[in-house]
């Protein structure tokens, strides 16, 4: 339960980051922070899996561009269902999702391992 509360707080803590960074990107009000890394998280865990299955002969052929590009539709889908989320425009979405994971990534190898 711990490790989950810990993850929960390193996606607040990286879509603030990526808001601050990120022109065209925005988070305002307490709802808005907590409610969007929990959706971001369903949404990519459901229907994104779902769309990179079905384009994965696309995402061959462009060497994964389509799949960066379907992380940021889900990012805007998110940002349409939260409100207090803004995403004004694809290419936002499209580095937004590259630099979310990124911070993801980066804050989530401070976390204690498993085994240790």
Partial sequence: MTGLLLRWIISI???????????GIGV???KAILIAP????????TLG????????????????MSSLAIN?????????????FRVDTFFAA??????LSITNWVL???LPRKDD
């Avoid at 803590?13 to 022109?23: E, G, H, K, R, T």
């Avoid at 899996?49 to 994964?64: A, D």
């Fill in 13 to 23: 803590a990286a879509l603030l980051i990526v808001a601050n960074v990120v022109p």
């Fill in 28 to 30: 305002s009000g307490t």
């Fill in 38 to 45: 929990v959706l971001i998280g369903f949404v990519n865990a």
């Fill in 49 to 64: 899996t779902l769309l990179k299955m079905l384009s994965f002969p696309v995402t061959i052929l462009t060497l994964g």
């Fill in 72 to 84: 940021g539709l889900m990012l805007m889908l998110v940002a349409y269902l939260v409100d207090g």
């Fill in 94 to 99: 499209f580095f937004g999702s590259i630099l």
């Fill in 108 to 110: 989530r190898l401070f």
